[in-house]
């Protein structure tokens, strides 16, 4: 595995903006996203994440416990910015390993483009998570954890050698706990929901989390499923998808 951080190019310290909740932003001054724009996507997003009605608990306790990283970049799936989120994912995986917490996530917010459907945006999220993978299989293996392979029960999204399940919300979406004003990408670890699981916790929260999502929606999301039963591909956008539909992510 490598060491250091090698997505560390003058474009990608440009794109860069990791917002420490406890050391505010660490990006470069000559930052592509002011310190201004940063701070009103971060408060956004506390806001939107502690609001009462908002069913993610674990959310809730990544916020609530400062174990949470966001970065802000200027456009989903563009090259300049991509090069500033490997940057800042690689970064928040080598400082998850300190933080002390079951509940740690990296929030990439986009300014642009806003999609106008849910198809829209689940394209935009399958082209930034391609070009993420592009950029870290230069030096790094899948997570052997999980399969690389979106029609497999067993596959995770994998960057920098670690597992991620992720969470896309944009203000297009049908789902009220996905709708958020600029388009979002949520990555949690995935060694956190097999942790859950070892020391029991996991079920329980789950079904809170589910009963919640029915209280705020009405419904319960058709598309979730546990990690084995189904690829969590199908889940990653928040779309209700059809039968035999087709991941557009290629390992």
């Known amino acids: 595995m490598t060491t250091g951080n090698p997505f560390n190019s003058t474009a ?20 592509s996203v002011s310190i201004q724009e940063s701070q009103k996507v971060e408060s956004q997003l506390r806001n939107f994440i502690l609001d009462r009605n908002f069913p993610c608990l674990a959310a809730k306790a990544s916020f609530n416990t400062n174990s949470y990283r966001v970065g802000v970049y200027r456009t989903l799936g563009g090259k300049n910015s991509s090069l500033g989120l490997s940057h800042d994912l690689l970064h928040f995986i080598q400082e998850q390993e300190r933080l002390e917490s079951d509940y740690t996530s990296f929030l ?7 999609p106008d459907s849910e198809k829209e945006f689940e394209q935009l999220l399958w082209n930034q998570l391609q070009e993420l993978h592009r950029q870290s299989s230069r030096y790094f293996e899948w997570d052997s954890s999980v399969s ?3 029609d497999d029960p067993e596959f995770s999204f994998s960057f920098g050698g670690t597992a991620f399940y992720v969470v896309g919300m944009h203000p297009s979406s049908s789902r009220k706990a996905r709708s958020f004003p600029y388009p979002l990408l949520v990555f949690n670890p995935h060694r956190q929901f097999e942790e859950l699981k070892q020391n029991g916790t996991y079920s329980t929260m789950k079904a809170k989390i589910r009963e919640r999502d029915q209280q705020l929606q009405g419904s319960l999301n058709p598309m979730l499923q546990d990690f084995g039963e189904g690829s969590e591909a199908k889940q990653y956008s928040g779309r209700n998808v059809a039968e035999g539909w087709k991941c557009p992510f290629h390992p």
Do not use: D, E, T
């Open 12 to 31: 990608a310290k440009v794109h860069s903006n990791y917002i420490n909740p406890h050391l505010s932003s660490l990006g470069s001054p000559q930052r």
């Open 148 to 150: 690389q392979h979106p």
């Open 108 to 114: 990439a917010a986009f300014l642009s483009p806003i």
